[in-house]
C-alpha cells in the first residue's frame, strides 16, 4: 500500500487502439535519485510519468544531460508556477503596512541565478517574469511583464530600511517548504540570496508535505513556498482557488474587494471577453507586492529508447494504451 500500482487492461475495452502492454508497475517513490539509479541499472524503463513537475534533482539532470544517454532526457513546458507566499492577515508582511517588505524580498532574488542554480542551468524551470499564470496559458501577462520579478538590490535595500529599520520585524524569519531536491534547492538559494542582498537572515524548515500543506492553508506560516500546476487552460481556476478572499488554497490570507469584484465578474463571461479583467486583477496582485514570483516548471522525465508511444503533454500523460516496449 503507497509504495506501488499495478494495472492490467480492462477486457473487452471499447477504445482503439487496443492495449498492447499486458501489465505497467508503477513505484512511488518519493527520492528521485533512488529512481534514476535504478533507472541508470534498467530497473525501470521511465522514470517521471505522473508526476512531471520539474522534481528530478538538478545535479543528475546536469549529469544525464552530459552524458551518453542525454537522447532520454525528455523537457515539456509545464503548467505550474512557484513563488514566495507571504502572510497577508499577521506578522511583518501583513497588510497594506508589509507591502514594503514583501516588495523588498522579492525584488532581492535575482532569477537569473536561482534558475541557474536551481534549475540545472534553466533546464528544469524558467524565471517567472509574466505573472503567476504558467507561460503558454489564458491569462498570461508577457515576458518581463511582471515587475516583481525585476532584480534591484539597491531598492530592496531601500525598501528594507525604510519598512524595518532595525530588522527587528523580520528577525527569526523561517522560510517553510515541503521536501523535495527541487524545493530544497530553490530554498537554499532564496537563503543565500536575501542574505547577500538584504543583509536579512532567514532560516530554513522542512516540513512533510500532507503537514506542510495543512499549516499552510490554516495560514500558520510567515513566509513559504507556494505553487500551483494548472487543472485547465483557464485563469478562472487559478483566482478561484488562490486569490479572492477566502480561497481554499490560498494560504495567505490575502484580500482585495476590487480583484473580489473583477474576478466575479470575469467568471461569468465567455473566455476571450473574460481575459481583459483576469489581467487586471493580476495587475492588481503586482500592485498590492501580494507574491514574489520564482520559476515557470519544465517537467523533466526519462524514458528508455525502446518504449514507443506518444509522450506527455504540459497538462497530461500519454494514454497508455499507445504504449508499447519495442524488442532490445
Not at 477486457?11 to 502492454?21: E, H, I, T, Y
Not at 478572499?245 to 466575479?264: E, I, M, R, W
Not at 479583467?277 to 496582485?285: F, I
Not at 514574489?292 to 523533466?300: D, F, H, I, Q
Amino acid at each position: 500500500p503507497k509504495q506501488s500500482l499495478d494495472f492490467v487492461p480492462v477486457d473487452n475495452w471499447w477504445g482503439s487502439p487496443k492495449p498492447v502492454l499486458k501489465k505497467i508497475h508503477v513505484d512511488i517513490i518519493a527520492d528521485l535519485s533512488s529512481a534514476i539509479a535504478k533507472y541508470d541499472q534498467n530497473g525501470f524503463d521511465n522514470v517521471g510519468f505522473g508526476d512531471m513537475n520539474g522534481n528530478i534533482p538538478p545535479e543528475d539532470v546536469l549529469r544525464i544531460k552530459a552524458g551518453p544517454k542525454s537522447s532520454e532526457l525528455k523537457f515539456i513546458q509545464k503548467t505550474r508556477t512557484t513563488w514566495v507566499g507571504f502572510n497577508y492577515e499577521k506578522g511583518p508582511f501583513a497588510g497594506t503596512a508589509g507591502k514594503d517588505l514583501r516588495k523588498a524580498f522579492s525584488l532581492a532574488i535575482d532569477r537569473t541565478k536561482l534558475v541557474d542554480v536551481a534549475c540545472s542551468h534553466g533546464v528544469t524551470c524558467s524565471a517567472a517574469t509574466g505573472g503567476l499564470i504558467s507561460k503558454g496559458l489564458r491569462g498570461y501577462l508577457g515576458d518581463n511583464a511582471d515587475p516583481l520579478a525585476k532584480f534591484d538590490a539597491a531598492t530592496a535595500k531601500q525598501l528594507l530600511q525604510s519598512a524595518d529599520p532595525n530588522k527587528t520585524k523580520i528577525k527569526g524569519l523561517v522560510y517553510q517548504y515541503n521536501p523535495g531536491a527541487f524545493n530544497k534547492a530553490i530554498a537554499e538559494n532564496l537563503q543565500s540570496q536575501w542574505q547577500d542582498n538584504l543583509g536579512v537572515k532567514v532560516d530554513l524548515a522542512a516540513t512533510e508535505r500532507q503537514t506542510f500543506f495543512q499549516r499552510r492553508t490554516k495560514k500558520e506560516y510567515t513566509i513559504f513556498r507556494h505553487s500551483w500546476q494548472a487543472d485547465y487552460d483557464h485563469p478562472q481556476d487559478w483566482f478561484d482557488n488562490l486569490f479572492i478572499t477566502d480561497a481554499g488554497n490560498g494560504g495567505t490570507g490575502y484580500s482585495n474587494p476590487q480583484l473580489d469584484a473583477l474576478v466575479k465578474g470575469a467568471d461569468a463571461k465567455k473566455t476571450e471577453d473574460a481575459l481583459a479583467d483576469y489581467k487586471k486583477a493580476s495587475q492588481l496582485m503586482i500592485d498590492d507586492a501580494a507574491y514574489a514570483p520564482l520559476v515557470y516548471g519544465v517537467g523533466v522525465f526519462l524514458t528508455k529508447p525502446y518504449v514507443k508511444g506518444p509522450q506527455p503533454n504540459a497538462f497530461n500523460d500519454p494514454y497508455w494504451n499507445e504504449l508499447s516496449i519495442l524488442q532490445h
